[in-house]
Every structure is written in C-alpha cells, then in structure tokens.
C-alpha cells in the first residue's frame, strides 16, 4: 500500500494563479483532511471531508476550496493564489467517523510558494 | 477540545529514556490523548493514544495521570532518529485534532 500520496510535492506560483493539490489514499479510509503548516507552527486544519460526498470548513478554510472527487481522491483548490498561503500543505485520511480513536495517516506534503 | 502545553524543546542521550510531559487540565470524561511526532520535514506520524489507562506499543509507553489531567509519553529507549517534534492532543470522538506547536526533542550522542 501506498498509503496518503500528495502531488505535486513542490511548487512556485504566482500572486492570482490558480492550482488544485491532489492527494489520494489505498487504505479505504472515509474521513480526509486537508492542513497547512507555517514555519515553526503546527498544523491547521483547512477543510476536511468526515465521508465520501461531504466537505466541512476547518480553522483556515478562506481562499481555499475542495472537493472530495470520490473514496479515495480529496482535493484543494487555491482559486486566486496569495503570498500568505505559502506553506507546507498536508493532506490525511482516517478509518472513519464516530470512531474511538483519532489515528491519522499524512501524506509527505506538498511545498507551495507564492510570490 | 481541551487545550495542552508542553515544553518547547528537551533533550535527550541517545539510549536514555525520553520522558515528554503534557498538561491537559480542562480535558473532559469522553477526550483521549493522542501523541504524534514529526520528524523534519515530513506528514506526522501517529504514536499512541489513551482514555484513562496507560497504555504501552511497540514506539513508546503513555501514562496518564489518575485526574487525567496530565500525561507523559515515554520512549523508553531514545535513538538518533526519535530526534523530531511531538505533539500531545486532546480530542474526543469523531473529532478534528488540533496541533499546537509540540516539544522539539533533540537526542544526542
């Protein structure tokens, strides 16, 4: 199993681009989430999508849109790219919602600048 | 969800136990405490979670204090590669987990 993959793994823009973050997981887990990680920060929590066909916003979620193509498949979309959305993106999966437990699998992340 | 501190970095001799605190004082009866670390650079990575009992795997040991109130992650045996930040949550079910910005362990020769 590939587990969590994101692509691409780095990438420049600039100010007013448009780019969708792709990432995808094997592991048939049903809730995916979407963070950003600023240098010496955790991370927050974008948009997450807790079962195949809902999305729900997270502590960040302006200048952010998704999509949760199917199962497997979660998306970011940056529609009009700015400098302060520089940063480390990562994307996770869980086995479910209503669980007992909180184990979440990450991707590598994906390094987006923006000037 | 409840909030935590910890301390923002330790040290530890490669081979010694590591032992990394966290405070949770306002953690609720249906809250578990989650570990995760990060190691430079990349996704964190699950470590071990507990309700009320300690709890031991194959990575480390989770003790939780009886008010649960308190925790320590302790990895018994600390390599170079354990050299990573760790993050202590608190969450409840079906919830999102919210990082802070964790304790950076350094290990050393």
């Known amino acids: 199993n590939a587990g969590v993959t994101q692509t691409p793994k780095f990438q420049v823009l600039k100010t007013g681009q448009s780019m969708t973050l792709q990432c995808a997981q094997d592991?048939?887990?049903?809730?995916m989430y979407w963070y950003r990680q600023d240098p010496g920060m955790g991370l927050r929590l974008i948009y997450y999508?807790?079962?195949?066909?809902?999305?729900d916003k997270g502590e960040v979620p302006n200048g952010y849109n998704v999509s949760r193509l199917n199962k497997r498949e979660f998306s970011l979309r940056l529609e009009s790219a700015a400098p302060s959305q520089t940063s480390v993106y990562f994307c996770?999966?869980?086995?479910?919602?209503?669980?007992?437990?909180?184990?979440?699998?990450f991707g590598p992340g994906t390094r987006l600048t923006v000037l | 969800d409840a909030k935590t501190t910890q301390p923002p970095s330790m040290d530890c001799a490669e081979g010694r136990a590591a032992n990394l605190p966290c405070n949770h004082s306002?953690?609720?009866?249906?809250?578990?405490v989650y570990w995760y670390r990060q190691i430079h650079s990349q996704g964190p990575q699950y470590i071990i979670h507990?309700?009320?009992n300690n709890e031991t795997n194959e990575m480390a040991s989770l003790i939780i204090t009886e008010d649960r109130k308190s925790s320590t992650l302790i990895l018994p045996h600390a390599t170079l590669r354990d050299t990573a930040v760790y993050y202590c949550?608190?969450?409840?079910?079906?919830?999102?987990?919210?990082f802070g910005t964790g304790t950076r362990l350094q290990v050393t020769l």
């Open positions: 306002t953690i609720s009866g249906n809250e578990y």
């Open positions: 507990g309700l009320k």
């Open positions: 592991m048939n887990h049903n809730s």
């Open positions: 949550i608190v969450s409840g079910t079906a919830s999102k987990l919210t």
């Open positions: 999508s807790a079962s195949e066909g809902t999305t």
């Open positions: 996770a999966s869980r086995t479910g919602t209503g669980a007992s437990y909180n184990e979440q699998f």
